[in-house]
């Protein structure tokens, strides 16, 4: 049966759910806290631009934007790194046509509310859900500019307000039984800019993610359209070498300066943009049941919140979208069984992608610079190459294979990791890693 069903939170996620259901016949409203960013300057909170990859691009696909995405995209084909001694080195991605995309978050929202009002959802801007009456089907908004209230009935409804989500705390946290855990590492984040040159251009090689690997912290630059590039500084919060340690404007210079000279000389408004921008948390969100009976489930960072290290969040909540709207058409409009096996094949994934973004901080932060973790990621390409039916590396199993399953991704990951620990563990890898002989041992491993 077709439902009136509402939405809260028009951003990434809520926004794509609303055009799946509206091309399905359903009468959509959305109710967004925030006001309408397409018509007044929205001031970033962050992440100004996002990693756009496989899982994402294929729902962008089903819903026929992606054409339009492509041109505020810049593809990233491999990581860029910059040592501590200043030397630099290129690792692509993944094979030759494989890569992922930088695209402005707000651009991407945009468009996608664009689309959402065009194939016939309504969006009510500065709405904030505030409490949600499960007995009688009724959500109540408080308008955040003139504090009116407003109290709609739902047949069906979705969070998708994000990790803080109203819509998990005023319903799911009110049952019995819910399961919620949140985690917060030790670690934040602050985003920097990396203006373009006079003319307009790309003051590092534009097509790349950079990557400064320094052990316990790193930052990173993402490439914007206007030619400027969004630097983020993953550090920890507390410690010697910390947010709280660099606390004036001189500290913020010589550290930059001795950390991350290259970038250091690219950042004119380096110590004025550190202290008033803000530092923000990472946390991983866990919950269960995201679902409540036929008629309102979570989806997106509502649902499972994680950290960023593996630029999956956004494409995560946007496969959660195609899921379910796999399951409408499989289950006829049953939305018992449509939700019920949307949280059975979600909620695995989501897990599994919230491990796998965790692993991938260490892997980013600290082994990418690391001789041995290279030779490793050498020898898996290489082995990938001669046997692509065995071997995905587990970057590309999540980043360019939305037919495997996250859950699935992560438990390949582990026996490959596991197999590639054996391998290094070899008397004179460095040397002998291109013989039959370990080619031999990691077949037989991957059998065993
Ligand atoms: P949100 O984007 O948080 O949207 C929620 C919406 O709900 C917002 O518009 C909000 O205003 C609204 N809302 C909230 N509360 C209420 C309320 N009470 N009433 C009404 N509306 C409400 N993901 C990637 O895939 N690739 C990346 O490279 C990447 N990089 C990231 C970098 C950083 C630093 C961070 C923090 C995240 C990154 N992510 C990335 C994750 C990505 O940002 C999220 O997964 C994505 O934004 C989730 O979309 P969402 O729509 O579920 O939630």
New binding site residues.
Partial sequence: MKKDTII????????LLSIYLSKKGHKVKL????SDMRKEKIVAG??I?????DR?IKALEEVGIMEEIKKIAIPMHGRYIHNADGSTAYQPYGNDGQFINSVS?GEL?KMLMNLAEANGAEIFFN????SINWKENKIS?QHTANFLPTIINYQLFFG????????RLNHQLQHDRFQYQQHYIDFG?KELTIPSGSNGEFLMEKNALHIWPRGNFMLIA?PNIDGSFTC?LFFPFEGETSFASLDTKEKVKIFFEKTFADAADLIPTLEDDFFNNPT?S?VTVKCFPWIRDNKFAL????AH??V?FF???????FEDCSVLNNLIGKHNDNWKNILEEYQILRKPDGDAIAQLALNNFIEMRDKVGDPKFLLQKKIEAAFSKKHPDKWTPAYAQVTFSPQIRYSDALKNSIKQEAIMQQVMALPDIENIWQTGEVEQMMLEKLLG
């Fill in positions: 809260i939170g028009a951003g990434l996620v809520g926004s109710y967004e806290r925030r962050r992440s631009n996002l990693a756009l990859s994402g978050r929202n709405e904030k859900c505030e908004f998708s307000d994000g990790a803080y989500s109203a819509a984040y993402l983020t923000a990472l989806i997106g960072d509502a919140a994680i960023p630029g999956q969040g956004m494409n995560c909540g």
